[in-house]
C-alpha cells in the first residue's frame, strides 16, 4: 500500500483545530480515525513520520506522537517495522452497518429500500429464465432486451438511441470504474465537480488520473468560468459530471452551460462522462432538460440503483458503438458480465418504469419537504437547502464543523457521511450530507440524534468505533 505523505494527510484533516476545545492531540486523533473509518485513508496506507506532519501542521512533534499513540491504543494503527504506522481497524470484526443488529441508524447512503413492484418482477424473470439456460451464460454486454429496453427509454426521453449504444454493467460504479480504466492513462488529467460522489474520485484516481475541481454550490451551481477555464487549461483527458440532480447538491446544470462545456470538450478532446444515475428522481423541478448526449458528444451512466434498489446492481453506458466495442474488449479484465436474471428483473421494471418513478417522486416530495421542516426546527442556524430532485440535502452547518459532528452523531447511533467525503481536499468541513429516502420515522431519530451530538461535539470517547460507514 502506497505511503500518504505529510501534505496530503494535512490537507485531509484541514481545519482540525477549529471549533473544538479538545486537547490538539485529541482533535487531531479524532479527525484521522474518521478517515479511517470512512474509508478516506484505506486500510494498510502507511502514514507520515510523526516529524514530517507535525511540520505540515505546524504543530510540536509530541502532539503528533500523542495522537498516534492513541490511535495505536485504540486499535487504528499498526507498528510496520522499519516504516512507520499503518492504518487499521480495530480487531473485533467491523459490524456491517446494513446489519440491522448493528443498531445503527444509517444515514450515509443516499438510496431508498426497494420498490414494491421489485418481487413481482423478479418471480416474472424467474419464469422467463428458462429460454436462456441452454446459452453458457457470461454475457459482457447485455441481453438484447435489455438493451432494447434501455434505448427506448432514452428515445421516450428525447434522445434517440439505438440498443447497439448500450452496454450493461453491473451498477453505475462498475461503468464509472470501467470507463476510466479504458479511458485514463497515468498522469492523465480528469476534470470533475466538488463536491461529488467519492467512488467516483476513487476510481478515477486508481486509474491513475490527476484530479482537476470545478466547483458546484447549492446557491449558485456550477462555477462556469472555472469549467470553461479548467477544459481550456488542462484538456483533461475525461470529465466525470452530474448534470442532473448532482450528488451531493442537488443542482442541475441549464441546457446553456450543458451545450457549452460539450462544445469546449470536443475542441479540447475531452470526454465528457455523464453520470446521469439521479437524473430521473424528479421531485418538483419547473424544465427537465434532455440526457446530455442531446447537447453535444458525451457518454451517459444510468443505473436502477436510485430509482428501482440498491441491490439490483444493473446500470448501463450509452455511447457510440466503437466506444461500446472498446470497453466490451476491455471488460473481462474486471468481470465476465452482468448477471442474466437480474437483467430479467429490470427488463420486467422497465415496463412499469414510469408508474415506478411516480412513486418514488411522491415517496422523495414527502421525504425532502419532512426533513426540511425537521432541520429547519432543530437547528435554525443551519441552512437547509429545497432541492428539486435527488436524495440529498446539501446542508451548510455555518461552522467547520462536519467531522466532529459525524464523529459525535456515532456516539449517539447515527451514520453520517461528513462533507469532506465529497471533496478532494478536505474542503466542506461546512456541509454535511442529509439524504432524505428514509421514513419519517427514521428521520426523527435521525434528528434527534443529530442534536443531541450538536449539543455534546466533539465530547467524551467513541462507541463502537469498528463500525464502517460506506457511503453511496
Ligand atoms: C452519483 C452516483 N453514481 C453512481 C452510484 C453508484 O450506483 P450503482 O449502485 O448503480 O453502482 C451512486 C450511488 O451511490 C451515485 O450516487
Redesign the pocket.
Known amino acids: 500500500m502506497s505511503p500518504l505523505s505529510a501534505r496530503t494527510l494535512a490537507s485531509l484533516v484541514r481545519g482540525w483545530r477549529e471549533a473544538t476545545s479538545a486537547p490538539a492531540y485529541a482533535a487531531l486523533a479524532d479527525r484521522i480515525r474518521l478517515l479511517i473509518l470512512d474509508g478516506r485513508v484505506p486500510l494498510g496506507t502507511r502514514i507520515p513520520a510523526e516529524r514530517d506532519l507535525a511540520a505540515q501542521l505546524g504543530v510540536s512533534r509530541t502532539t503528533v506522537s500523542a495522537a498516534y499513540a492513541e490511535l495505536r491504543d485504540a486499535g487504528f494503527l499498526d507498528s510496520v517495522r522499519g516504516s512507520g504506522s499503518a492504518a487499521r481497524l480495530p480487531a473485533r470484526a467491523p459490524v456491517s452497518i446494513d446489519n440491522p443488529q448493528s443498531g445503527y441508524l444509517d444515514f450515509s ?3 431508498l429500500s426497494a420498490t414494491p413492484a421489485l418481487a413481482d418482477a423478479a418471480r416474472a424473470a424467474a419464469a422467463e429464465l428458462p429460454a436462456y439456460l441452454g446459452d453458457r451464460g457470461f454475457d459482457p454486454i447485455g441481453l438484447p432486451v435489455l438493451r432494447q429496453a434501455v434505448a427506448d427509454r432514452y428515445a421516450a426521453r428525447g434522445l434517440p438511441t439505438s440498443p447497439d449504444q448500450i452496454m450493461i454493467t453491473i ?4 461503468a ?1 470504474a470501467l470507463l476510466a480504466r479504458t479511458m485514463l492513462g497515468r498522469g492523465d488529467s480528469a476534470l470533475v465537480e466538488s463536491p461529488s ?1 467519492p ?2 474520485f476513487e476510481a478515477l484516481r486508481l486509474a491513475g488520473a490527476r484530479l482537476i475541481p470545478v466547483s458546484v454550490t447549492t446557491e449558485d451551481g456550477w462555477d462556469e468560468a472555472g469549467l470553461e477555464q479548467a477544459i481550456r487549461r488542462t484538456s483533461p483527458a475525461m470529465g466525470y459530471v ?1 448534470p442532473d440532480f448532482h ?1 451531493p447538491t442537488g443542482r442541475t446544470m441549464s441546457p446553456e452551460l450543458r451545450e457549452r462545456m460539450l462544445g469546449l470538450a470536443a475542441a479540447q478532446g475531452t470526454t465528457i462522462v455523464s ?1 446521469e ?2 437524473a430521473e428522481l424528479t421531485i418538483d423541478r419547473p424544465d427537465n432538460p434532455l440526457p446530455l448526449a442531446a447537447y453535444g458528444p458525451a457518454v451517459l ?1 444510468g ?1 436502477v ?2 430509482t428501482v434498489w ?1 441491490g439490483v ?1 444493473i ?1 448501463w453506458i450509452r455511447a457510440e458503438r466503437q466506444v461500446i466495442q472498446r470497453l466490451t474488449r476491455a471488460r473481462s479484465a474486471g468481470d465476465l458480465g452482468t448477471p442474466i436474471l437480474e437483467q430479467l428483473v429490470v427488463t420486467n421494471l422497465l415496463e412499469q418504469y414510469d408508474a415506478i418513478l411516480d412513486l418514488r417522486r411522491r415517496q422523495l416530495r414527502a421525504g425532502r419537504d419532512y426533513l426540511e421542516v425537521a432541520l429547519r426546527s432543530a437547528f435554525p442556524e443551519w441552512r437547509v437547502p429545497r432541492p428539486d430532485g435527488g436524495i440529498t440535502s446539501w446542508v451548510n452547518l455555518g461552522e467547520p464543523v462536519s467531522s466532529q459532528l459525524t464523529l459525535a452523531a456515532r456516539n449517539e447511533g447515527l451514520l453520517l457521511a461528513a462533507g469532506p467525503r465529497f471533496g478532494i481536499d478536505g474542503a466542506f468541513e461546512r456541509f454535511l450530507r442529509i439524504p432524505f429516502g428514509n421514513s419519517p420515522d427514521e428521520m426523527d431519530r435521525a434528528v434527534g440524534a443529530l442534536g443531541r451530538a450538536w449539543a455534546a461535539l466533539s465530547h467524551g470517547p467513541l462507541a463502537d468505533e469498528n463500525v464502517l460507514a460506506e457511503v ?1
Open positions: 447512503k443516499a438510496a451498477g453505475a460504479q462498475h464509472i460522489y467512488h467516483a452530474m450528488n453520470d444515475t439521479m451512466i443505473s440503483g436510485k440498491g446492481r446500470g453511496v
